[in-house]
Structure formats: structure tokens, C-alpha cells
């Protein structure tokens, strides 16, 4: 059953923003019957064989098929940038498949005024062209590289061929959420396991939502249950509970084995109502009606925690590093902290430079956390960008950060952060970017897509004829050969906007596609001060820390923070946990 599904999905793989349909529900119920099968043997305490497991590895693996997947597996073989008519090729297509889906957006929301005007059909027509230059791409790619372009149909990696990348410190989580259960497969270098927790009808989205909205004044959390869509809003906001952090810590990972446990880095694949909610705000141990939150066991804070979309790119991406990762303090651009709210006009610079001053002065430092703004807000009051919010925290962000790493850093904040100077910018190869500015949602100013918020002119209008707002599918069509991007904004792991989308389909998204190998994204609202004391944490440790990876940089950042008396402010979950790294890279 899973090998003829998989058969009618590389048939059907024609829309650049998923698999059709009927595609998805033909393999989530192949896939749902073998796994279902295999788990009712465990209970009769039948150890799967090696052939066995590889079999519910791989079949697994086919219950992830994502845009952010596939972008993933297809920028694994033109990483190392060595062939560059492969490179031009892929480039060509993700910018093919960005368009696609920034025109299918258009579409659903003209398809709720009229579907019978003009510009609807002109929709219409657009897209089926686009369609058939992405078909021609896909074939002209298949002529340079055959084995490159078979990564479009989402081949599963043989479980050896995972361990054989798996550093010794590692573990490799699957979790594939299937109807009513949890499927868990886990592996390290040396062993693997399969086991299957009941999740029950909703009941682990029910509970994501119910940890979510005590960290974010605003989810849009879909839970199935019973065939109803549930959507949770600002209203179900309540104090944080430690104890449904620890119960849902418990319903994901409460069956891993020993060996997995011990692992100090998890490695994770998760999709779905799963991928809502950042892992390192969950408890391993139950909280004590005396303990503080500093006091409190988080996950992110005993584990170096990494997602990565698929099992596949993990393993193309590992295979091709042969020189391990680029230091992150090699090359670093710092840019944000654009001329809105109170900033805007002719004395951006000299404000911003003038406050920063006062901070790098101050002992008690108040000012870094008096009257925070959240890096991505409601418009309803604003008119235009430059009407947003003024983001102080993300302008000491960069200046921390850009201070500790010296002559290696470039700084573009204020008049000069602009779109095109961001566009234009001659990105070095395998650099860092540390992005802090908002990040906005569709229909915020008419927006179809997401986007970031870069300086405009007095008037309103941007430089050179920008309009101050960087879309997905503008970065999607940049050349931004990183090793590692932070999107220090709101949301920026969030969903693309589109009826039914998951988390890392948006803004996420279009920066994998420009080539960011891996991202540090926020997975809801992030306090400007709460940023600017942890990202710099972040640097200290891939500075000061011997052999420090990005997730274990992540992890020191969260742990250095709760130790911190003076950022107590900053101890509750919601300041310090919205970051969650996203890619292959440890």
C-alpha cells in the first residue's frame, strides 16, 4: 500500500506547495494500516528485526510530505554550491514554486469576492502557465542531475544510512501523528526503536493549545477532534500550568527508551498539530508548588534541541559536510531595527544611537526592559509600516551582538535598513544573519502573503521605489548563501497564511529556499527585550564554549538566562522560549 501511494503521489506532484489531495489521504492511510499493523504486535511484546524497523522508518518518513520538506531534501545536493549549473537549475525551480504559491494565495482570496471576473481568470491562467514552467523545470533539472531532481519525489533514507550521520551524542526523533495515535520512532548511532503512545481524539492537539495559549496572546491553533476544526483564540489565555507542560513532555516522550533519554542532543521530525507548539518549553520532571521558573527541569534546558523537516535532507545535507559547520561568528550581518513608530523621520539614527548609548551606560539597565514591544503586531491602528511600533530592543540586539563579535560583524540598522539595500546586499558565503525587525501576517496591509518590515521615507513610501515590506516570495528569489539565518521577529516560524497551513510554511520557508542551511525562528509573539538579552547569550556560547553547535549555543542561551537573577523579568516561559532551531546542522 505505501509503495503504491507513493507511486500515485510522484504522479500527482505537480502543485509546488504540497501533494495532492487524494495523494495525502491514499499514503496517510497506507501509512496508518502498516504502522497500525506493526504497533499491534508490540503489544504482544514482538521485537521488530532490523529489515522490520526499516520498514516502519521509511514508511514513517512518508507521513511528513511538507513544502518545507522538500525545499530541504532539494537544496541538500546544491549546498556546497560546487556545480553551479545545478545550483542555477534548483534556483530556477524554488523560484518558480514561491511564485506558485504567492499566486495561489492571491487566488483563494480573490475566489471570495468573484470567481467570475476578470482578474480571478487571469489568476486562473497565470497559475496554470506557472504550472507548466515548473513541469519544465523539474524536466530540465532531471537532464543536469537525474538523482538531484528524485528528490522531489521524497525517496525515505534507509535507516543505516540515518545512523551513519547521527553524531555519538545524538538522537533522532520521528513522531508521526496518525488519526488517534502517536507513531514514535527513535534511533541512535548504535540502536533503534518503534513504539506507539494513544494520543486519543485531539487530545495532544487539545493539549498543545492548552500549553500554547499560556505563552502567546494570540494562537491560531487547529485541533482535530471528532472532525471539528477548533480554533483556540486570545480568550483561552491563562497563567502558565507546569503541570500540562510535564503531562504532554509525558504523552510525547514519556515512552523513548533509555538510550534516547541519555542523548543530550534530540534531533526532531514532527509535523501537524505537534510542530505548533516550540519543545523546550516542555517539563521532564514535575514542578514543585515551591519551585520558580529558574527552578523548573525544561526540556530546552537539559537538551540541545533541533528540528529538521525531514529525514531525507537531514541525511543529504550531512553526507555532503565533509568540513563540518562555518563558525558563526566568522562572517556576521546584523540588520533591523527600521525607522518606524517613534523613529521615523529624518532623526532616526541619531535616536537610536543616542538611546543605545544611555543603555551601554546604565547599571541597573531598566531601560532594556521598560515598555517591550512584540517584534510583529496588530495593525488595526497603524496606517502604514512606519505607523508600527519602534523596536529599542531589537537596535541593542544588533549592537550587543555585532559588538561581541568585532571586525567580523556588519551593522545595517535604521536609514540604511532598506529592502533594497537588503536585496542588493553581497552576502558572503556561509555567513550569519541576525535579522530584528517585525514580521507581519496576511492581510495586514493588504498583504497576501508574509513579510518583513524594513525603513521607509517620510512620506511613507520606501527608497528606490520599495514599498517597505519584504514578502516570502521576494526572499524566495534572493541568493542568500547562509549557514545560518535568526529571524528575530514574531511568528517567524509560522504558517504561510494559506486555509490549513502548518507552522514553517511561511516566512521560514521562503529564507530555506533562497539557501539558509539553518534558521533560528520564533514560534509565536517575542518580546524586542527578551530577544536582545538572549540572543547575545547565543553568540557568548559559540564564542566563549568549546565545540558549541548552534542547538547546544540555543540551549547555554535559555540556561544562562534563568540563572541570571538580574533577567528574572525574562523567566517565564514566554520570554525565552518562542526560539526554536530549525535544519541539520547541530
Not at 558563526?328 to 513608530?341: N, R
Request: net charge negative; hydrophobic share 40%.
Amino acid at each position: 500500500n505505501v509503495d503504491c501511494a507513493q507511486t500515485y503521489i510522484a504522479d500527482k506532484m505537480l502543485d509546488p506547495a504540497g501533494v495532492d489531495v487524494n495523494a495525502q489521504i491514499a499514503l496517510t492511510f497506507a501509512v496508518t494500516s502498516y504502522l497500525s499493523a506493526q504497533s499491534d504486535r508490540l503489544t504482544d511484546g514482538y521485537q521488530p528485526s532490523s529489515e522490520e524497523l526499516d520498514h516502519i522508518f521509511q514508511s514513517a518518513q512518508m507521513a511528513h510530505l511538507s513544502p518545507i520538506a522538500s525545499t530541504m531534501a532539494m537544496s541538500a545536493a546544491s549546498a556546497s554550491r560546487r556545480d553551479e549549473t545545478l545550483y542555477q537549475s534548483v534556483r530556477q525551480l524554488q523560484q518558480l514554486q514561491s511564485q506558485w504559491r504567492s499566486l495561489d494565495q492571491q487566488l483563494a482570496l480573490a475566489s471570495q469576492v468573484s470567481t467570475q471576473s476578470k482578474d480571478f481568470h487571469t489568476l486562473v491562467d497565470t497559475r496554470a502557465a506557472l504550472e507548466t514552467d515548473i513541469v519544465q523545470a523539474q524536466a530540465a533539472l532531471e537532464q543536469v542531475d537525474g538523482k538531484y531532481n528524485a528528490l522531489w519525489g521524497f525517496e525515505p533514507v534507509a535507516l543505516t544510512d540515518l545512523q551513519a550521520v547521527l553524531k555519538d551524542d545524538e538522537a533522532y526523533i520521528l513522531m508521526t501523528k496518525l488519526y488517534s495515535d502517536i507513531y514514535i520512532f527513535a534511533a541512535t548511532r548504535e540502536a533503534a526503536t518503534f513504539h506507539v503512545r494513544p494520543s486519543g481524539s485531539g487530545e495532544i492537539c487539545l493539549q498543545i493549545r492548552n500549553v500554547r495559549n499560556s505563552l502567546t496572546t494570540s494562537s491560531q491553533l487547529r485541533c482535530e477532534l471528532a472532525g471539528t476544526r477548533l480554533i483556540s483564540d486570545a480568550s483561552d489565555e491563562q497563567a502558565f500550568d507546569p503541570l500540562a507542560a510535564h503531562t504532554l513532555y509525558n504523552s510525547l516522550f514519556g515512552g523513548l527508551s533509555a538510550e534516547t533519554l541519555s542523548r543530550p542532543r534530540w534531533t526532531i521530525t514532527w509535523s501537524g498539530d505537534m510542530s505548533a507548539l516550540p519543545p523546550g518549553v516542555l517539563l521532564t520532571e514535575p514542578a514543585q508548588a515551591t519551585d520558580s521558573f529558574a527552578d523548573m527541569h525544561w526540556l530546552g534546558r537539559e537538551k540541545a534541541l533541533m528540528i529538521t523537516p525531514s529525514a531525507e535532507a537531514l541525511v543529504a545535507l550531512r553526507s555532503q559536510d565533509t568540513t563540518g559547520p562555518v563558525p558563526a561568528t566568522d562572517q556576521l550581518i546584523a540588520a533591523g531595527s527600521p525607522c518606524i513608530g517613534r523613529y521615523a523621520g529624518p532623526h532616526c539614527d541619531e535616536m537610536m544611537q543616542s538611546e543605545w548609548q544611555l543603555f551601554a551606560v546604565s547599571d541597573t539597565k531598566a531601560i532594556a526592559h521598560d515598555s517591550p514591544n512584540r517584534m510583529g503586531t496588530d495593525t488595526d491602528s497603524e496606517d502604514t509600516p512606519r505607523d508600527l511600533p519602534e523596536l529599542p530592543g531589537a537596535y541593542r540586539e544588533l549592537q550587543s551582538v555585532s559588538e561581541r563579535i568585532g571586525k567580523n560583524a556588519t551593522l545595517i540598522t535604521g536609514s540604511e535598513f532598506t529592502e533594497a539595500a537588503f536585496k542588493s546586499f553581497n552576502w558572503p558565503e556561509n555567513g550569519t544573519l541576525l535579522l530584528a525587525t517585525h514580521s507581519l501576517d496576511v492581510e495586514e496591509f493588504g498583504l497576501t502573503e508574509p513579510a518583513l518590515v524594513f525603513s521607509s521615507d517620510l512620506d511613507g513610501a520606501a527608497p528606490s521605489g520599495e514599498d517597505g515590506l519584504l514578502t516570502m516570495s521576494e526572499i524566495a528569489a534572493l541568493d542568500l548563501p547562509l549557514q545560518l539565518a535568526i529571524l528575530a521577529g514574531c511568528y517567524t516560524a509560522g504558517p504561510d497564511g494559506s486555509p490549513r497551513a502548518y507552522p514553517l510554511t511561511g516566512l521560514s520557508l521562503s529564507f530555506l529556499q533562497s539557501g539558509v542551511q539553518s534558521l533560528l525562528v520564533n514560534s509565536f509573539e517575542i518580546r524586542d527585550d527578551a530577544s536582545a538579552d538572549l540572543t547575545p547569550r547565543f553568540f557568548d556560547a559559540l564564542l566563549h564554549e568549546n565545540d558549541v553547535g548552534y542547538a547546544e549555543a540555543l540551549r547555554y542561551a535559555i540556561d544562562s538566562l534563568l540563572k541570571d537573577p538580574a533577567a528574572s523579568h525574562l523567566h517565564h516561559p514566554s520570554a525565552w522560549s518562542s526560539y526554536i532551531l530549525v535544519g541539520v546542522t547541530p
